[in-house]
């Protein structure tokens, strides 16, 4: 499939052989020693050209022709490693779309690549928790826990939200509010069909079918007035006022639905972006709203985030880091609202305790840049997710066996 419009062809040798050597001549080598730490050499080959491998070294990367040396060794056409180069395209997404071949190696190999990748092509950099420094609008250390309410100083909201890439709401909604939102997402439970393209399901332990997310909200007269709501239109504001609701996966405003011991399906999520699909060059930047329904907090399911992660790139993927006790943490209650952006990363890790009545149900709007749009003009980038008659969202790591 050709690239978009504005998005200029790439030819793949004279790009290995003189444009990514000028560009590493001239400063992105400690950009790319800091993302392949710990990274095996990969080499792309497609159709019709001499394959490059890209082999890490202390200060940074070399790049030779041919793949005889190569770790894991990845096929994709041109038009896709295109897409990798302007940011239209994504590992995780080629992966669940079985749109490249791993020919020796491991293909989780290509998704452990993905910051070095973006450090290389598009000068991005990695992810650095510990030496990374947030400043508030005073000039002091921001406090990465730090909560507002919509009283609070709207100058001071949009300063955090643009320098952590997320903000933290409390009391935003009312509780007569909740009560009718969760009134509509227990029909949504019933009505929830596995196979139906519209829910995400998974299993858990004990080996009973569990659904975890759907992506139809926009069905129910509550849950759609989320859309227009005047105090997340306010919130979102905070971003960029041009912004407009943007439907996302399926229909439209998605409830998610958080259980203990899940051991299949992605009820738990990892480490990742939410443009991690791919589209960021066309879509970002995108803001997601969470309203939170019933409690947030480490034991009922949470959501964590990354300060600062929006403007890096980072392996997910990359066992070793430390990014756990770097993370922001927040116990929500029902009516608060988080907002990130969708290149921030975060993680909702499952609840810690098994034994509890309720875990963490929430809601999730987005909005969007008017001309923000599918590179290959498909709906979401979600929906390569669903590739199992029974509704199951499979992890990336049996995704990739496949490949």
């Known amino acids: 499939m050709p690239l978009p419009a504005g998005f200029a062809p790439i030819a793949f040798t004279p790009f290995h052989e003189e444009e990514l050597p000028a560009l590493l001549a001239t400063g992105r ?8 730490r710990r990274l095996r050499s990969l080499a792309l080959r497609v159709p019709e050209a001499t394959a ?7 200060d940074g990367i070399d790049i030779i022709p041919g793949d005889e040396a190569a770790d894991t060794v990845v096929e994709l ?8 180069v302007h940011e239209l395209e994504a590992p995780a997404g080629l992966l669940y779309a079985q749109r490249v071949r791993c020919a020796r190696g491991n293909p989780i190999d290509l998704m452990s690549w993905e910051s070095a990748l973006r450090a290389l092509y598009n000068g991005r950099p990695a992810y650095d928790p510990v030496h990374r420094t947030l400043s508030d609008r005073n000039g002091n250390a921001l406090d990465p826990h730090a909560t507002f309410t919509l009283a609070s100083d ?11 890439g997320y903000l933290f ?4 909604f009312r509780p007569e509010e909740i ?6 997402v227990r029909a949504l439970q019933g009505e929830a069909q596995r196979g139906d393209k519209l829910s995400w399901w998974g299993k858990n332990a004990a080996g009973e079918e569990m659904l975890c997310r759907v992506t139809r909200g926009v069905a129910k007269p509550h849950l759609a007035t989320l859309r227009s709501d005047a105090r997340l239109h306010g919130l979102k504001d905070l971003a960029d006022p041009s912004f407009v609701y943007r439907k996302g996966e399926g229909q439209g405003v998605t409830v998610i639905f958080k259980h203990p011991n899940m051991a299949e399906g992605l009820g738990d999520l990892p480490w990742h972006r939410d443009c991690g699909m791919g589209g960021h060059a066309v879509v970002c930047p995108v803001l997601l709203a969470s309203l939170y329904l019933t409690a947030a907090t480490p034991e009922t399911g949470e959501l964590a985030m990354l300060p600062g992660s929006h403007r890096a790139a980072m392996n997910a993927h990359d066992q070793s880091s430390e990014l756990a006790a770097q993370a ?3 116990n929500a209650r029902p009516g608060d609202v988080s907002l990130h952006f969708s290149d921030t990363v975060h993680v909702a890790p499952p609840p810690t305790d098994g034994q509890r009545d309720s875990y963490r ?10 001309d923000a749009r599918h590179h290959r003009g498909e709906g979401s980038y979600n929906d390569v997710l669903h590739q199992r008659d029974d509704g199951q969202i499979e992890r990336l790591e049996t995704v990739a066996k496949r490949v």
Do not use: C, K
């Open 29 to 36: 080598q400690p950009l790319v020693a800091a993302a392949t």
């Open 52 to 58: 490059y491998t890209y082999r890490p070294r202390p």
């Open 77 to 84: 056409d041109l038009e896709t490693w295109q897409g990798l």
């Open 154 to 164: 709207r100058e001071e909201m949009a300063h955090f939200l643009r320098t952590a």
């Open 169 to 172: 709401v409390r009391n935003v």
């Open 179 to 184: 009560t009718a939102f969760l009134d509509e």
């Open 328 to 330: 922001a943490h927040f």
């Open 361 to 370: 149900i929430s809601v999730v709007v987005g909005f969007a840049r008017p």
